[in-house]
């Protein structure tokens, strides 16, 4: 590979320690170049003025330097030829840009949709970026004109009610799996037959769908959750208990309440359950802890919540998460903490 | 954004009600990297708010929309914490500014991606915001653990999301690099969200694409962890991109928290035995 500047530059040699074939050009504080150079890298230089190439050294530093031949056997073909324009090393900083001739460029793309898979090979030697949208993502592009299937804002309506069905089978993967089974009425009393699947971890890629309780069912009241510190925080968002939770992906924008416990014996895990109110029914779900979560609903005896899964719980209902830290779900009193 | 350039910084930070301090140390450099004309990439790092943006469109256009929404964020972030509504407003008057860039370019394609962490109280607790829109990245370091915890806007993250292909597959897939969601294009910027507690020792990387295609995780994993500081970190990151490659504009952006007195208890649950 050969560089060339079209004026002279002062060049500096390090040494690369990272890779022994590479090569790098780049500023240097003092207002040369700098080459890094690997240990199987060989250089020889051409100096103004001179027609022959000079073999040069790591921590050499080499004025009057017109061009550069790097032997890198790293599989550069060497028919390579970088043209250094705008190198300046006189201190304005601009070392780059290097041009170089005969290869690819792995550039970002952003197209439309329909351009996508064309423009991709075309990117490889247009520097333009796309912003693409392939007709899976079609729906997960947050467009205020879209349709309401939308998945972002918290102010949307929601297809399904919440005495009605799922999702419609064409809703965005974003959504994730509706919380309510299609056949649950929306009374807490029943809570006990409600048991969604939610094999899922606190963080990473998980789909949470997070609304405004009021959004799918009407004027529906406020519930909350009690703490043993006797904090009590309403469910008008995703609420996050743990010795320390964390909140998965959030895709509407709203803030959930995280809500960390003491521990001593670590019993609780970090980011332990998830409680949200949808519509008039409260939603509890493990989210893979260690211990699981003991529910004890009014009048019935207590039964593990397995680690990661959810069940609807009605007002009154305990929910053990070890260590002594019970919470309870409570009608609303106030504001939060 | 000069084609080079490089930040380092740190913060000791109050907590409210006498929760005692935070000391945080960051270092951000950026590369022009050695296949690209310009450097379309620009950051911002001053506590409370660390961010990377990888600007797309011809010419000027992308180096301007990085600019504007690291700008906004700045503008709009002041004091010792920030806001969730100010940095959705930040990104909200970028968009705005991008559509007016735009114009005087006569380009429609004009836009950024977004991604950063902002130092926020939930509940009397500090907590990063993990904000992102496109393909840059956010990844955290804590224990020697590393973990991305922000997910790519792109499309081969959606196959990876439907099963079609595996991420390993995604990082040689021919779409690789076509993102589906950035600041600009007219488009209302929403950022996915995420919510990470602050737990002393740990280090968090932000960074564009330049350095995730050149350099796999394992390697990031080991130089992140491996360097001295955040400085080191982010001169290592920076210097293995070029090494691999460099061909796009590279920047990395790394936080280090020096010091929590309200550390979060991030030590293995135990068996419960009651």
Same mark, same amino acid.
């Given at each position: ?38 240990? /199987? ?10 027609? =022959? ?14 061009? =550069? ?106 959504t994730g799996t509706p919380l309510l089974p299609p056949a649950l009425p929306a009374i807490p009393s029943?809570?006990a037959s409600a048991h969604v699947n939610a094999g899922v971890s606190p963080t990473g890629s998980r ?49 959930? /309440? ?19 109110? /949808? ?34 719980v009605a007002v009154g209902t305990l929910l053990d998460l070890g260590d002594d830290v019970v919470l ?10 | ?5 490089? &930040? ?16 945080? +140390?960051?270092?951000?450099? !950026? ?52 806001? &969730? ?27 950024? &991606? ?25 990844? +955290? ?5 590393? &973990? ?13 999301? $439907? ?8 990082? +040689? ?34 960074? +564009? ?18 360097? !001295? ?30 010091? $929590? ?14």
């Amino acid at each position: 590979m050969r560089v060339e500047w079209h004026m002279p530059v002062t060049l500096h040699i390090h040494p690369d320690v990272i890779d022994p074939k590479a090569s790098q050009l780049r500023r240097s504080a003092d207002g040369v170049v700098q080459l890094l150079v690997g240990a /199987e890298v060989s250089v020889k230089v051409w100096l103004r003025h001179t027609g =022959m190439p000079v073999s040069a050294h790591v921590g050499e530093v080499i004025g009057g330097v017109t061009s =550069m031949e790097l032997d890198d056997t790293a599989g550069i073909d060497d028919d390579t030829v970088l043209h250094a324009d705008g190198i300046v090393a006189a201190g304005d900083a601009v070392i780059q840009p290097l041009m170089r001739t005969g290869n690819d460029v792995d550039d970002t793309i952003i197209g439309q949709p329909a351009l996508a898979g064309a423009e991709i090979r075309q990117a490889d030697i247009d520097d333009q970026t796309i912003l693409g949208q392939p007709a899976a993502m079609a729906d997960v592009i947050d467009d205020p004109d879209a349709s309401a299937d939308t998945v972002i804002g918290p102010g949307r309506s929601r297809p399904e009610s919440p005495t009605g069905g799922a999702a419609p089978a064409s809703a965005p993967v974003v959504t994730g799996t509706p919380l309510l089974p299609p056949a649950l009425p929306a009374i807490p009393s029943i809570s006990a037959s409600a048991h969604v699947n939610a094999g899922v971890s606190p963080t990473g890629s998980r789909r949470t769908r997070i609304e405004p309780a009021g959004a799918s069912g009407g004027a529906t009241s406020i519930l909350a959750v009690s703490f043993p510190d006797g904090r009590t925080v309403a469910l008008d968002r995703a609420v996050y208990v743990g010795r320390s939770p964390k909140s998965p992906r959030i895709t509407s924008g709203l803030v959930p /309440e995280l809500v960390a416990v003491p521990s001593p014996r670590r019993e609780v895990s970090s980011t332990h359950v998830e409680i949200q109110q /949808e519509g008039r029914a409260v939603v509890v779900r493990d989210l893979g802890s260690t211990n699981g979560t003991r529910v004890r609903a009014p009048g019935a005896a207590p039964s593990l919540l397995s680690p990661g899964a959810s069940r609807v719980v009605a007002v009154g209902t305990l929910l053990d998460l070890g260590d002594d830290v019970v919470l309870e779900i409570v009608e609303r009193s106030g504001a939060s903490w | 954004m000069s084609v080079a350039a490089s &930040t380092v910084g740190a913060a000791t930070i109050a907590l409210p009600d006498g929760g005692g301090h935070l000391g945080l +140390s960051w270092a951000a450099q !950026t590369n022009t990297g050695l296949k690209r004309a310009g450097n379309q990439d620009s950051y911002l790092a001053a506590a409370p708010v660390f961010a990377v943006a990888d600007g797309m469109g011809g010419h000027a256009a992308g180096d301007e929309a990085s600019a504007a929404v690291v700008a906004r964020l700045a503008e709009n972030i002041s004091g010792d914490f920030a806001s &969730t509504d100010e940095i959705a407003q930040a990104l909200r008057q970028a968009s705005d500014d991008i559509g007016a860039i735009a114009g005087i370019h006569d380009r429609a394609g004009s836009g950024t &991606t977004v991604t950063g962490i902002a130092l926020t109280m939930q509940g009397q607790k500090p907590y990063w915001a993990v904000f992102n829109i496109g393909d840059s990245r956010v990844y +955290s370091l804590v224990d020697g653990v590393l &973990t991305q915890l922000t997910v790519d806007h792109s499309a081969v993250q959606a196959m990876v999301d $439907s099963g079609r292909i595996t991420a390993i597959e995604a990082e +040689s897939h021919p779409n690789r690099n076509i993102i589906t969601r950035a600041v600009g294009f007219g488009k209302n910027p929403v950022p996915d969200l995420w919510f990470i507690p602050v737990s002393q020792g740990s280090r968090l990387l932000i960074c +564009s694409d330049g350095l995730t295609k050149e350099v796999d995780v394992d390697l990031i994993r080991l130089l992140l962890s491996e360097a !001295t500081d955040a400085d080191d970190a982010a001169g290592l990151l920076l210097e293995a991109a070029l090494a691999a490659g460099g061909r796009d504009n590279v920047t990395t952006l790394v936080v280090e928290v020096v010091r $929590s007195d309200d550390d979060a208890d991030a030590d293995t649950t135990l068996p419960r035995f009651d």
